[in-house]
């Protein structure tokens, strides 16, 4: 570690709110840039810089500086940036398999997800009418199979084949359409 290094290290483990703004102000805008090319969000990358200066000064007195503080820094902001995305991917994950159960499910209490439901309410208009009515008949409206049928008057079993061809092409537009990138 070069010896500028070591003692703006020294500075910041005494809290030094000065040396703190000046590497604030240096690296800041850079670390930005740097994170963005991992998360492609501006607004993302400027939480978890400023997350991460946060922590700095937070937690400078414990730091364990190896090589030099600029390396330190991209380190941290990029572990930051890797653990944001295995997080989304878990979140993404997890979005998927709740709308395959919530497609599958007889219970329309599992629609309870604002945002599950607002991508459906959009990936519905994609439907044929009849399939499209008889989807929000089931899982908007909670009307059982029989109810739907006599309702529509057409047989039980139709649909039931209707819920699944719509299930699957709701499922199929969703996943190439929806605003969540799914990672899998």
């Known amino acids: 570690m070069k010896i500028e290094d070591k003692i703006l290290l020294d500075e910041i483990r005494k809290r030094n709110s000065k040396v703190f703004e000046m590497l604030f102000r240096d690296y800041y805008a850079s ?5 963005d090319g991992f998360v492609f969000d501006k607004i993302v990358s400027d939480d978890i810089v400023q997350n991460f200066f946060i922590y700095l000064w937070e937690n400078g007195e414990h730091l364990d500086v190896k090589s030099s503080l600029r390396a330190y820094f ?62 929000r008949l089931k899982y908007l409206k909670g009307a059982k199979t029989k109810e ?37």
């Open 31 to 35: 670390l930005i840039r740097y994170a």
């Open 148 to 184: 739907i049928a006599s309702l529509k008057k057409i047989s039980s079993n139709t649909v039931k084949t209707q819920l699944q061809r719509a299930r699957e092409k709701l499922k199929k537009r969703l996943i190439e359409t929806t605003s969540i990138n799914f990672f899998l």
């Open 74 to 135: 991209y380190q941290s902001v990029r572990n930051r940036c890797l653990n944001y995305l295995r997080d989304l991917k878990v979140k993404d994950k997890h979005n998927l398999l709740f709308l395959e159960a919530s497609l599958n499910s007889n219970d329309p209490s599992l629609l309870q997800d604002p945002d599950i439901v607002d991508q459906i309410h959009q990936a519905l208009e994609s439907l044929p009418k009849e399939m499209r009515d008889i989807f």
